[in-house]
């Protein structure tokens, strides 16, 4: 079982589809909290 | 000068000799290692389990936010992603065991396909949940992961390969196969919880010499009728003996019992290398007598 270029190329995409969906629903998470200077002003 | 093994008192198999010198302690076989793959480490199964990481950190965010619906479904996605990386390395092992040997059955569970469906649906979750994109998106999301998952890590294999694979005999060979490769990594397991490096080395000779026999009856499946007494009693025996061993030896803590274990892998051991000596001598035989036959019948047609 030999790794192609062509199994990385999947892969890279792979990996940017695991990682862009991961870091965006960190993103997502992160603006729907309350940021915490605008709770201790508030 | 000649270089001198290292040795002593304490080490393996080594003796105490007068004046603190060392005597050249017994080197064990070469062989120890022969018909034993090198464990191939591969990144890419690696950063999978890498990559979702930011989903733990999104539901840690949404509990933060009192999301806790969000924040489920990030766990959700994460724990698909995790199980299909685990998944991935298993289908990848499954599929070195399967190409280095010469008759074997597919995997039982396909693990490579299974594991693409678990990461598309983690990254369909993680789109339409956590990142709040619409379905559509997320369906294609999730279409693309699994297309670059299967092309990227391959799909199981899904054929049988060996000589005459439809025979009942094959079936039989492979299964035979299956089962006392199952009873060694189950001793190699044992023998490893024991932390006796004597005992492993004998251990890894012994299987050294099962597997010889084993890579015989693969090349010739004819030879497992031959070699079934040597698979069914002593393979099942050194098992036996080495589970039983690696349970009670602590308790017991009775050294003529570990010498007793030792005197008995010896033994197994110069068992399974008459048998391999034996099936040696028998394909010998039936070679000879193959050329023996050929040869009178060339010398009738020229005659």
Known sequence: MTTTWVHWLAFVVLAALIGTSSCQAWLSAGAGAPPMIDRQAG | MSARRFGGQFSPKGHAVKGGASAPSSV????????????????????????????????????GGGAIFGALMDLVA???????????????????????????????????????GLAAAGVGIAVFFGWGQDLITAIGFAALTAAAHLASFGTDPMKSK??????????????ALDKAEAKIAEIESA????????ITGRVATLLASIRDLLAMIEKDPRD??????????NLTGAHEATRKYAENHER????KLRDDYLALLGELEASFDRGREKLLQDDRTDLEVEIEVLRERLGQETG
Request: without cysteine; glycine residues 6%; charged residues 25%.
């Open chain 2, 162 to 175: 060996g000589i005459d694979l439809h025979t009942a005999e094959a079936e039989r060979v492979a299964d």
């Open chain 2, 78 to 116: 994460f724990a698909a992603l995790m199980l299909g990386a685990w998944l991935v390395r298993e289908g990848q092992s499954a599929q070195l065991a399967y190409d280095a040997r010469a008759v074997a059955r597919p995997p039982a569970f396909p693990r490579k396909t299974v594991a693409a």
């Open chain 2, 191 to 198: 023998t490893r919880t024991l932390g006796d490096r004597e």
């Open chain 2, 224 to 233: 497992l009728t031959r070699a079934r007494r040597y698979l069914s009693v």
């Open chain 2, 252 to 255: 017991l803590s009775d050294p």
């Open chain 2, 28 to 63: 064990l076989p070469p062989e120890r290692f022969a018909g034993r793959k090198a464990s191939q480490v591969d990144v890419r199964g690696l950063l999978l389990f890498i990559l979702p990481a930011p989903l733990l950190l999104a539901a840690i965010g949404n509990i």
